[in-house]
């Protein structure tokens, strides 16, 4: 059995992301780093290997009581957009790094979308949840299938 460490887990799990999302400069990678106390997060054009804009929970005027929370990943998505935006970028893809997409990094991601990154996804959100349901009579029909001796 191999000894594996968390955090050599998560680099492989990136690297397999890696594969497949790739930035340029009109669509670039929003890369997200999360450490126990702090959340990253960069614009990133890999064709020219460039940073293109950044936000961190260490700079100044986005430093709060804590770097490493929901209300931290929110201001950190929310100044990236903000910043992104400014720049004339409004798609990216979205990197999470190898981790899950829970916690902070959705909290980073929803509030990126909510201030105008790729409003596309947001609209859809938005709609997926006010679908109707199906109807309880539709559901309560359904006949047991026999099953076939074939």
Do not use: C, W
């Amino acid at each position: 059995m191999a000894t594996t460490d968390r955090a050599q887990i998560r680099t492989a799990i990136h690297q397999r992301i890696r594969r497949k999302v790739k930035g340029n400069g009109e669509k670039p990678r929003l890369a997200i780093y999360r450490s126990l106390n702090h959340i990253y997060a960069q614009l990133i054009d890999d064709q020219n290997g460039q940073t293109l804009v950044s936000a961190s929970s260490t700079e100044k005027d986005l430093r709060g009581n804590s770097g490493g929370n929901l209300d931290a990943a929110r201001r950190i998505g929310q100044a990236i957009a903000e910043r992104a935006l400014a720049k004339g970028i409004e798609q990216v893809v979205f990197d999470r790094g190898g981790y899950l997409y829970h916690g902070r990094i959705k909290a980073l991601t929803d509030a990126a979308r909510a201030a105008g990154l790729n409003k596309h996804e947001a609209v859809a959100e938005a709609n997926g949840d006010q679908q109707p349901e199906a109807p309880a009579e539709a559901t309560a029909e359904k006949k047991p299938r026999k099953k076939s001796k074939e």
